[in-house]
């Protein structure tokens, strides 16, 4: 399909690290499939194909962190160290555990917005037409969204790994 690829790089940044991407592309395909009748062309196939790509990630968000509730599993690791790890690796995977930890702490109409901003690459006006949005919310969003990322991010780097302040 000619947006594949674009549905992969969103429902990636969206969903973050340990995502089945495949599964979720496949699931906004089959949504899109299925609502193909309702598609009246008043938008571009890019914005609606983000709309539902957006709307299947939070979905399942949502649902994985409802069954980390109700299985107590807690913060758990984003993957496992190899059995030998070399610094960059490691420092790799630290930096992802701090930016995808203050990703999460963020309301979703900033984190998408911070997302398709400074990871994607999309400009405001690009954002604005994709969310359906007035470009000065986008740009309030973002600031919004860059100052918590911050706050968020040194509060993490604050703590130990036992969670008390280091």
Not at 82 to 92: F, K, L, N
Not at 109 to 136: M, Q
Request: charged share 30%; net charge positive; hydrophobic share 45%.
């Amino acid at each position: 399909m000619a947006h594949a690829q674009r549905v992969a790089a969103w429902v990636s940044r969206l969903a973050g690290p340990g995502a089945d991407v495949e599964d979720l592309v496949q699931e906004v395909f089959l949504q899109a499939h299925r609502r193909l009748p309702s598609f009246r062309g008043d938008a571009k196939a890019t914005t609606w194909l983000y709309a539902i790509s957006e709307r299947v990630v939070m979905a399942k968000r949502r649902k994985d962190r409802l069954r980390r509730l109700l299985t107590f599993c807690g913060d758990a690791p984003i993957e496992d160290l190899p059995a030998v790890a070399t610094a960059e690796s490691v420092e790799r995977r630290e930096a992802a555990r701090l930016i995808y930890g203050a990703l999460d702490r963020l309301r979703e109409k900033y984190r998408t917005v911070f997302i398709l901003f400074e990871v994607e690459g999309l400009s405001c006006a690009e954002i604005a037409s994709l969310k359906g949005l007035k470009i000065g919310t986008v740009w309030v969003r973002l600031n919004r969204a860059r100052k918590q990322m911050s706050a968020h991010i040194r509060a993490i780097e604050g703590k130990g790994s036992d969670g008390r302040q280091g």
